[in-house]
């Protein structure tokens, strides 16, 4: 995780405060990779997304599977 984020060009968490689409982080990703990434990136993109975008947070929205597409 903290690799591709790396590679995406984020130098820490604060950067992926409120201004990024956790869906676009995951397309830049598959694109970089030239590849069809895991769709758990996605879920835990949401998770680092919305832990960077709020001080105080829900301990069960800090595991990236409570992040998954809803069925």
């Given at each position: 995780?903290?690799?591709?984020?790396?590679?995406?060009?984020f130098?820490?968490?604060r950067e992926l405060k409120k201004k990024e689409d956790p869906?676009?982080?995951y397309l830049r990703l598959c694109d970089?990779?030239?590849?069809?990434v895991d769709r758990c990136?996605?879920?835990v993109f949401r998770c680092a997304?919305?832990?960077s975008s709020n001080e105080t947070h829900d301990q069960e929205l800090l595991k990236?599977?409570?992040?998954k597409d809803e069925e």
């Open positions: 995780m903290g690799e591709d984020l790396w590679d995406l060009g130098r820490s968490v869906e676009e982080l970089l990779k030239g590849m069809r990136m996605l879920y997304v919305y832990y990236w599977w409570n992040w």
